[in-house]
């Protein structure tokens, strides 16, 4: 073995993770083929964890062939995770497969928020965290791991207190099934109860740090449009696409034939409905109209999607060379009629 080799204990555990009998066995018999370190033999290890059917395979290689396969590949172990933290585990793995080291912050807030004792976490509100942190939304420092902190813990707060006034308590709700027990954490997995709680939390300046309600510069809102989880080629692509949007958009002199419109078009809705589109609409519109492949825009809850459609729809068959429809998929043909009524004057 080599000099930062394993210590022997060490070995013993990390084996454990092994689930097969045969295949920890054939590893047996090939370690004496070359050294390892601790961080080849930890990629090996991860390999073997994830090849339970492919003992036959392996067998005819040699552990040099075994070393390049396991370099070549990225293993996520969330067993250990699992086993500790439950389904919140699954928050962490998620975070650490993005190759960065969001998921060991995270675990390292909610370990913080659970050293005194039992604590509530809210699953949607873990859900947004994670969601945030992984689209570069929301970034670890000092700071907002300090009110990230603040955040969790002041939710379980406010459920515990609402519980104690009706005489339940964090078990109660884990025997009825509305949350699940891990150690000192209890996730809140019932809609009616988190969306009551969650209004609460919603009127506290807590909620504002961590989630900040005001709107997104223009230059914040291309930046979030380049997907982080893309390739380099992709990302790169992608940059150049929405920067040349920002340089239209923030412009008063570029001559551009789709912000012209688009301009025309807020000033309608401002007419009809006295409010202006926001940047972020703006973008979403403009991502679309000069994007020469089909283009999915992903929108969340709050942003408006009704008014980019309207302004979408108008764009597409007023600079169309021929009759052109746009088609609307949704999830509620009752809404999508509505807003069909209730837009039709713009």
């Known amino acids: 073995m080599k000099q930062n080799a394993p210590k022997f204990k060490v070995l013993i555990n990390e084996l454990e993770l092994i689930r097969n009998s045969r295949l920890r066995s054939l590893f047996g018999t090939k370690l004496h083929e070359m050294d390892l370190d601790q961080a080849t033999l930890q990629s090996i290890i991860n390999m073997l964890a994830h090849a ?3 003992v036959n395979q392996l067998e005819k290689l040699s552990l040099p062939e075994w070393v390049d396969i396991a370099k070549c590949q990225t293993w996520v172990s969330y067993a250990p995770l699992l086993k500790k933290y439950g389904t919140v585990g699954y928050f962490f793995v998620f975070l650490n497969s ?19 004792g039992a604590v509530m976490i809210f699953e949607k509100l873990i859900s947004r965290i994670t969601y945030m942190v992984a689209y570069k ?4 420092s000092n700071r907002t791991s300090e009110e990230i902190t603040t955040l969790l813990k002041t939710a379980s707060m406010i459920a515990s207190s609402d519980l104690i006034l009706n005489k339940e308590s964090f078990s109660s709700l884990a025997q009825c099934g509305y949350a699940q027990r891990f150690g000192n954490i209890y996730l809140l997995v019932n809609e009616s109860f988190q969306l009551a709680w969650m209004l609460q ?3 506290l300046s807590v909620w504002n740090q961590v989630f900040p309600q005001n709107d997104r510069s223009l230059s914040d809102v291309v930046r979030l449009t380049v997907n982080p989880q893309d390739d380099e080629e992709h990302r790169t692509k992608r940059k150049i696409v929405m920067e040349d949007i920002q340089k239209v958009l923030g412009s008063t002199t570029i001559k551009d034939p789709h912000v012209a419109m688009l301009k025309s078009i807020d000033d309608v809705i401002y007419q009809k409905r006295k409010i202006h589109l926001r940047d972020t609409q703006k973008v979403a ?10 283009l999915l825009s992903q929108v969340n809850t709050g942003e408006g999607k009704s008014l980019i ?7 597409r068959i007023k600079t169309a060379n021929d009759a052109e429809t746009v088609d609307i998929i949704t999830s509620s043909s009752v809404l999508a009629q509505r807003d069909a009524e209730h837009m039709r004057d713009i």
Do not use: P
Not at 310 to 315: F, G, P, W
């Open 309 to 315: 459609i309207v302004a979408l729809a108008i764009m």
């Open 98 to 116: 993005l190759g960065h080291s969001e998921g060991e912050h995270l675990r390292s807030i909610v370990d913080k928020v659970t050293e005194d």
């Open 52 to 54: 339970d059917d492919r």
């Open 201 to 203: 939390i919603m009127k």
């Open 137 to 140: 939304e929301l970034e670890f």
């Open 285 to 294: 519109v403009l991502s679309a109209m000069k994007n020469q492949k089909n």
